[in-house]
């Protein structure tokens, strides 16, 4: 462990590895990642850990399958398990129109939490150093970040760990070099064109001809900050923020609150949803902006696949999702798997007045159109309101305040363009019991 015997104490301080925990470790083939699985894979049996290697090829650069398989013929020949992953982030790029610095990142991270499932991985190991956290630093600062982005990165978060994160360049490639351990070069860390190389290849190699210590002292400069900011933080309640997987959102009385407390609510709610990477001041200011003044339904793109949307009493961040398309499920007795929504049970009884008194959907057998199927709305769609009173669906759902991001996902039961159930909301008129019905079906909804 020459030269890297400080980051078995930096793991044991921060508490990053722990007896018993298997251990995913991020491989692109490059000389950090390498170093890091050599490493871990070094000290994992006297420390009482495992870990599983995890690459994955983007497909950005014609080298990188090669690169893969260079990583799985050391894994083989090391017996290390690995998980390979193969992305295309070009694709990506062009489908949210976005830089290819950020895609690589998100189609990485989907990739890690599918490794850290599978593999059932307690955590998961970046090999990100010294010189990475002062370019991290740097890179927010440029990009008008406050004291959350120049605190820079941790080195734990949430599952992820960094152990190198305090561990200079120099004694790496020493460590790598001692050891003779393999790895690929990277042609792309040459390219200046991505913001991370042009800061790492030209601004600090400047600054250093200055100050010497300089990478050390703008992380000690973002350490001060975290210090700071983990304290601002402590202070912020998030109690009313309602958090599901692709969305945070926030009341917009919250956003009656100073401009450093609504700072830190955007941020906080980026967080929730893993989304805070390239965040900058101009995109929280757009956000705060939205929720202050703007109008219902109005929304503002951000960076990461997101944006930000006003709906009633509530400012929206979501994850964009792919283009939804109609999906059509017959109507039937027994369960019916409704994707993206959950599940449909339907009964038909005669005994439809328990069902009634326990709250559930009855309708009228009888007056229900065999041919009804279940499908996501379309455009023309109405739907006769329990009491009477026909409407577009559309309008409808506006009467009911529902978020538009919702509308295309909510199950409704329909023949032709006609609607007699929408899921969570109401039955038509149409299909109302009456003193004359007989039979009836009873829907049960079981959302995801």
Known sequence: MENLENVVDFIVENNLIGKGDKVGVGVSGGVDSMALLYFLNSISKKCGFSIVAV??????????KRDSAFVAKYCKDNKIELLKYNVDVPAHVKQFKMGIEQSARIKRYECFELAIKKAKLTKFAIAHH??????????????????????????????????????????????VYRNQIP???????????????FIRNQVIPTLQREWRGVEKNIVDFGNNCRCDDDYLNSVINTNSFQVADNV?????????????????????????????????????????????????????????????????????????????VTKTYPFKIGKTVFAEYG?????????????????????DADLLPKAAKWRTRKDG????????????????????????????????????????????????????????????????????
């Open 183 to 197: 790895y690929i070069e990277d042609e792309s860390n040459q390219d200046d064109s991505y913001s991370r190389n």
């Open 248 to 324: 945070v959102r926030i009341p917009l009385n919250l956003f009656a609150y100073p401009e450093a407390f609504v700072n830190r609510l955007l941020i906080t709610a980026f967080d929730k949803i893993g989304a805070r990477e390239n965040i900058e001041k101009k995109h929280i200011e757009l956000a705060s902006e939205l929720a202050k003044n703007g109008e219902n339904g109005k929304r503002v793109d951000l960076p990461n696949g997101l944006f930000a949307t006003r709906e009633y009493e509530y400012l929206a961040i979501v994850k964009k999702q792919p283009s939804s």
């Open 55 to 64: 690459n994955i090829n983007h497909n950005i650069r014609p080298e990188s």
């Open 343 to 363: 599940t449909i049970q339907v009964t038909k009884t005669i005994g439809y007045k328990d069902a009634m008194k326990r709250g559930l959907i009855v309708m």
């Open 381 to 448: 769609d109405t739907f006769t309101k329990f009491g009477g009173g026909t409407k577009a669906l559309n309008s409808y759902f506006i009467d009911k305040k529902t978020p538009s991001r919702l509308r295309d996902k909510v199950p409704v039961l329909a023949h032709g363009s006609e609607i007699y159930l929408i899921a969570g909301h109401d039955i038509s008129d149409k299909v109302k019991i009456d003193h004359d019905t007989i039979e009836a079906f009873v829907v049960e909804f079981i959302t995801d």
């Open 130 to 175: 010294q010189s990475d956290q002062a370019e991290t630093i740097l890179l927010h600062i440029f990009r008008g970040s406050g004291l959350a982005g120049a605190r820079g990165m941790d080195a734990k978060r949430g599952i992820y760990i960094r152990p190198f994160l305090e561990t200079i360049k120099a004694d790496i490639i020493s460590y």
